[in-house]
């Protein structure tokens, strides 16, 4: 086998060892008025990393994120770019979109309909909606036990996992 090959199969899987997936998200903020709200869509291959960043640099207060897994970046791209044309008109800046809490039905309605043109029985592409401020602090949680773990080193980690002191 080819090296370009055996390196193109490894980039299937994580450092985890599972299989490394593209995800459509929808990231819904709160809006200027009471009544309105900013949801972004995009694509990612690390759909909690992406949030972290989101949150980090965004003014409104998100409220919910929600990510679909799909088969492949294509066709992450394909759903992405259909989405963006169906809801060209409420398009605020790049991939931002406002809309009136009245019109949460007609987004979702859109949006699972969009999906469904590329849903199949091996990949049903479920779309999961979760508040976003549990994710996050289970992120940074992760993340700080990650770098605590780091820095005390090996030894540590192998302590904490063997029923020592919590990590």
């Known amino acids: 086998m080819s090296q370009s090959r055996q390196r193109w199969i490894s980039n299937l899987h994580g450092a985890d060892g599972r299989l490394v997936g593209s995800y459509v998200y929808f990231l819904c903020c709160a809006g200027d008025a009471k009544d309105m709200v900013y949801i972004k869509i995009g694509i990612t291959d690390q759909p909690t990393q992406r949030l972290l960043s989101l949150v980090n640099n965004c003014a409104a207060r998100p409220l919910t994120f929600g990510v679909c897994n799909v088969v492949s970046r294509y066709v992450a791209l394909r759903i992405e770019t259909r989405l963006h044309q169906e809801f060209r008109a409420w398009r605020q800046l790049g991939e931002w979109f ?4 009245h019109e949460k039905t007609y987004f979702a309605e ?3 309909l969009v999906l469904g043109l590329y849903r199949n029985t091996a990949w049903p592409m479920k779309v999961e909606v979760t508040p ?3 994710v ?6 992760g993340l700080l036990q990650c770098r605590l773990i780091k820095r005390k080193g090996d030894a540590y980690h ?7 002191l919590k990590a």
Do not use: I
């Open 132 to 134: 976003v401020m549990p």
């Open 110 to 112: 859109t949006r699972d």
């Open 136 to 141: 996050v602090l289970e992120a940074r949680r």
């Open 158 to 164: 192998d302590f904490c996992k063997d029923g020592g």
């Open 98 to 101: 406002k809309f009136g809490k």
